[in-house]
């Protein structure tokens, strides 16, 4: 079935440095993939999106590149700020698959010390 | 941006009385769905909703569960009777067509003793 895999469940880093989120999913379907950031108590937030082989799409210095090749969609950034400290999700929508559900990881938790 | 409004931000209830959680989503948008998030973990899909229909509904969509959207009124998730392990974030999102972004509201924390 369609799936998302986020391998890491914490990753703490120092302000100024660079950061990857892992994600790779499953699905027989053409993917659009996404990445949401949820701050503390608040509702998940679309961060990007991408459904085209091989671009990079770019939003407030996060950046993803959607390769099927490798079914990946790693979440980037140069260098991380204490405000991007906060919970992110990789998520799948199997366009063409079954009920148009937007599939979630297990969630990725980006803590940036000082 | 455009924004999904849940009543009530947080619900405490005994296990076995019923609770609704009400959804007011973005006004032009079609589709309709319930998450379940436990503190700090995945996001987990419920059951989504379009054209007055249950589209799909997840193994976590228990009998006791139900969602309805009466004609210009809130999408709503019903539990009745509740739970304890139904105790988590109740979250509703939109979305206007197939392939939209999904919008998602502030959440519904539901608390059964």
């Known amino acids: 079935g369609d799936s998302v895999t986020q391998t890491e469940g914490l990753v703490t880093l120092t302000k100024g440095l660079p950061v990857m989120l892992n994600c790779t999913y499953q699905?027989?379907?053409?993917?659009?993939l996404f990445w949401y950031v949820q701050h503390l108590n608040e509702a998940p937030k679309l961060l990007l999106k991408?459904?085209?082989?091989?671009k990079r799409t770019e939003h407030q210095g996060f950046y993803a590149t959607l390769h099927k090749s490798s079914s990946s969609f790693h979440l980037q950034k140069s260098s991380v700020q204490l405000s991007d400290s906060a919970l992110y999700f990789c998520?799948?929508?199997?366009?063409?698959?079954?009920?148009?559900?937007?599939?979630f990881g297990t969630g990725t938790l980006l803590s940036v010390k000082p | 941006g455009p924004k999904v409004l849940q009543i009530p931000s947080h619900q405490i209830i005994d296990m076995g009385q019923m609770v609704t959680l009400n959804c007011d989503p973005v006004?032009?948008?079609?589709?309709f769905y319930w998450y379940k998030q436990i503190l700090g973990q995945q996001m987990e899909f419920l059951v989504n909703?379009?054209?007055?229909?249950?589209?799909?509904k997840s193994k976590l969509f228990k009998d006791q569960f139900s969602v309805e959207r009466p004609d210009g009124s809130y999408f709503t998730l019903k539990i009745q009777p509740t739970a304890l392990e139904d105790s988590a974030v109740y979250f509703c999102?939109?979305?206007?067509?197939?392939?939209?972004?999904?919008?998602f509201g502030e959440g519904s924390k539901l608390t059964v003793l």
């Open positions: 699905t027989t379907y053409s993917p659009f």
């Open positions: 006004s032009n948008h079609l589709y």
């Open positions: 991408s459904s085209t082989d091989n």
């Open positions: 998520a799948l929508s199997p366009y063409g698959g079954s009920g148009n559900k937007l599939i």
């Open positions: 909703f379009y054209n007055g229909k249950v589209m799909e």
């Open positions: 999102a939109s979305k206007t067509t197939n392939t939209g972004q999904l919008y």
